[in-house]
């Protein structure tokens, strides 16, 4: 916004307590109206319901009710059209819309708009507005995401790769299985976001600047006619706090994690000495100076995205601790971090949903590592403990024998026949288990064994088609 501030103009509104104009350093802090646009529209709708309250309080006759509200109908169009002309003078969304009414229709009729209310009550129910459409469309988008994660998880999950912890392989897991683990991931993350949207659905319209508006405002009618679910209980708390945000903000630097992980195992992965995947190339990147590079930017900057989304939450939560009650300004720099987290968090969805649609497997490539690293060896020492052997006691003999095959320069898996049966004689000379036979041994609930992979994605796909919208 480059306009020109003019002291005198922006103090029309409320300067009648002042006998000299703010300084210009002081407007340029205090403004915020290239952070308040996205609320705009927001703004006139509450404008339009306070007009009806004001004439049903008989403050307003009909006539000049329609007249506020045809020229709020037309700030609205002129928002939707881009037309609307914003002045810096006027510091932020709300005294451009007044001071737009009270051009188009006079002092003396425009002048009754702010009545009964304050901008303090105002931009809390202009952002708890905002979330409730911001909120939906980002959990929506992560069921969409979810719903790729299933779709490969059934296209391409019997591909079998080892599962690690201490990023050291462990066992062997369906890519399924790992798949569905981020799946899980933002099912929780849904429906956090969820939650903190249903507590962020009250409207503040009629809490005044800290004690209640001077008038009799149906806070409940307004409240419906705004879409809200109900009202905020607390003048005081309504205007003050901004736990709203603080918790859609956690709510998506959680979300934003959970992906920076997936982007990072993806960064790993697409590695030619791992060579699990290989990102699509709309989302990969070469080098400006090395012909040979293929990057994986865009999970990278997933990845990294996550960092700033945190910083919005320590910048909300930073900004509002220790305020005494009620409204202070410094609520106004809260704004911004809660817009950039959502916008973040929204953009980051969309590229891992592109990303893990168009990723490349390389199933090959995954079974050979699962059938290294010891990874049988858990079955092993499960297979002597049901013939009778104290765990402990199983857990010691296994691991001594991988560190004969690791002296020998072979895997587990490449132990002979005989050596097998000499230090495990409990296993009557049975084979070796195989992959397969370690997926199948891990039958429990929420287990890689395949049939009970089959099981979590039908109830997955369940799961989201009952949540899908109406």
Known sequence: MNAQVNASRQAALWGGRFRSPAADAALALSGSLEIDLPLAEHDVAASRVHVTELERLGLLDAEGAARLDASLAGIAARLADGTFAWKAEHEDIHMNVEAAVIEDVGPELGGMLQAGRSRNEEI???????????????????????????????????????????????????????????????????????????????????????????????????????????????????VADRDYAVEVVAGAAILLGHMSRMAGELVLWSTPYVGFARLDDGYASGSSMLPNKRNPDSAELVRARAARVEGDLVVLMSVARGLPLAYHRDLQETRRPMFEAMDSAVLCVEVMRGVMSSVAFDRDRMLRAAEGGHGRAITLA?????????????????????????????????????????????????????????????????????????????????????????
């Open 124 to 238: 809390v129910t202009d952002e708890r507005r905002w979330l409730s459409t911001a909120v939906p469309a980002l959990v929506a988008a992560v069921r969409e995401l979810q719903a790729v994660l299933v779709e490969r998880a059934e296209t391409d999950g019997d591909a079998i790769l080892p599962a690690h912890t201490h990023t050291q392989p462990a066992q062997p897991v369906l890519l399924a299985h790992h798949l569905l683990a981020y799946a899980e991931m933002l099912d929780r993350d849904a429906g956090r976001l969820g939650d903190a949207a249903r507590r962020a659905n009250r409207s503040a319209a009629g809490s005044g600047a800290v004690a209640g508006s001077g008038l009799a405002l149906d806070r409940h009618r307004v409240a419906s006619a705004l879409g809200f679910g109900g009202v905020t209980d607390n003048s005081m708390d309504a």
């Open 382 to 470: 499960d297979r002597l403990v049901a013939r009778g052997v104290p765990f402990r006691e199983a857990h010691r003999r296994v691991g001594q024998l991988v560190a004969t095959a690791e002296a020998a320069g072979l895997d587990l898996a490449e132990i002979s026949e005989n050596e097998l049966a000499e230090a495990l004689p409990e296993l009557e000379g049975g084979p070796m288990p195989s992959v397969a036979d370690a997926l199948e041994a891990a039958d429990v609930h929420g287990g890689t064994a395949p049939h009970r992979v089959r099981a979590a994605i039908a109830d997955f796909r369940q799961r989201l088609a009952e949540r899908a919208p109406a």
